[in-house]
């Protein structure tokens, strides 16, 4: 019985990711790619801190936890992980570059083809019996699935913009109701061993790991001089993980037996990161009270960006003036 359940769930977890990437594509804009690639440093400090600070969080904590095998190939897996879409709602709510942060979810997911394997392949080296237990082919499937939706989706954006509006609304449909069939179906499947991911060391990593991400890409983005509203985009960008790409990297490419309740894993992590986006958002929220922002001011960075390029015109065209 269990075991058409189980391909249904796959199936639906695969659906979820592609929906999911096809969306993200339909919010992308070519136009600001190109004033990010211009102008990078927002967007390499947060690639920096995605892959640097979310890894060795996800390893010292399964060190430090001393966690068996498969959870620590599970915790890493989720560490490993590029930005996820939830990042942009949450950049949002705290009153957050928009723009940045939908191009730093596009670019960390393409990074991720690459630099995923070869963190995991790093960090896996640090633990006994998780050399061999790392199923790359699966993860390289699955990142590879990534990214052809989500070319389709910026595709869609720029030859069809009032399409990509149907297909946005009509995809979140979907991955609403997908997303609730397959929790039922998940938790009736591993129903006598969902005791795993509600240790106490499954919880306090999946309740520290969104925390620390939140802090220190906040703490390395002011470090590195960036405006507030770039800050608090990476920030959050570097707490939020692609729970969808990595519920089917575990669901997929793990077998069953193996793998247990530790998929459910990515579900625990989204629980206690939109709680602490919460707290975080509440915090904002006081301060702004305490300290409205200056009327008028925009530090947006693809506005600093366009304003430095204005000027940049106006000088050459006043030099061109004086020389002819």
């Not at 390499?44 to 904590?61: D, E, G, W």
């Not at 247990?260 to 709680?275: H, S, V, W």
Request: hydrophobic share 50%; glycine share 6%.
């Amino acid at each position: 019985m269990k075991g058409p359940i189980n391909k249904t769930v796959n199936i639906l977890t695969v659906l979820n990711l592609f929906i999911t990437m096809i969306s993200l594509g339909c919010t992308m804009e070519i136009f600001k790619i190109k004033a990010y690639l211009f102008k990078p440093k927002g967007v390499a400090i947060a690639l920096l801190s995605q892959f640097c600070i979310m890894p060795i969080t996800a390893f010292s904590l399964a060190k430090i936890l001393q966690m068996e095998p498969i959870k620590a190939v599970t915790v890493l897996i989720c560490g490993c992980c590029p930005g996820g879409t939830l990042s942009n709602i949450f950049s949002l709510v705290v009153k957050g570059d928009m723009n940045l942060s939908i191009v730093m979810t596009t670019c960390s997911n393409i990074a991720a083809l690459g630099l995923m394997p070869l963190l995991l392949y790093i960090f896996s080296q640090g633990f006994t019996g998780l050399e061999n237990a790392v199923p790359y082919a699966g993860i390289l499937t699955a990142l590879a699935f990534t990214l052809v939706p989500c070319a389709f989706g910026i595709a869609i954006n720029h030859f069809k913009p009032n399409t990509a509006v149907t297909v946005k609304k009509v995809g979140l449909s979907i991955l609403i109701i997908s997303s609730i069939i397959i929790c039922i179906l998940s938790f009736y499947i591993v129903s006598n061993v969902i005791w795993m991911i509600l240790m106490p060391d499954a919880l306090i990593a999946a309740s520290l790991m969104p925390l620390i991400g939140f802090t220190l890409g906040y703490v390395m983005s002011v470090l590195c001089r960036l405006s507030p509203q770039c800050s608090r985009t990476i920030s959050m960008e570097t707490g939020c993980q692609n729970i969808q790409l990595c519920v089917t990297i575990l669901k997929v490419a793990f077998p069953l037996e193996v793998i247990g309740a530790m998929f459910l894993f990515p579900l625990l992590y989204i629980t206690f990161q939109c709680a602490e986006v919460f707290l975080f958002a509440l915090g904002f929220k006081c301060y702004q009270r305490v300290k409205p922002p200056a009327d008028g001011k925009c530090d947006s960075c693809l506005h600093v960006f366009l304003q430095q390029s204005s000027k940049g015109s106006e000088q050459m065209h006043s030099l061109h003036t004086v020389m002819f």
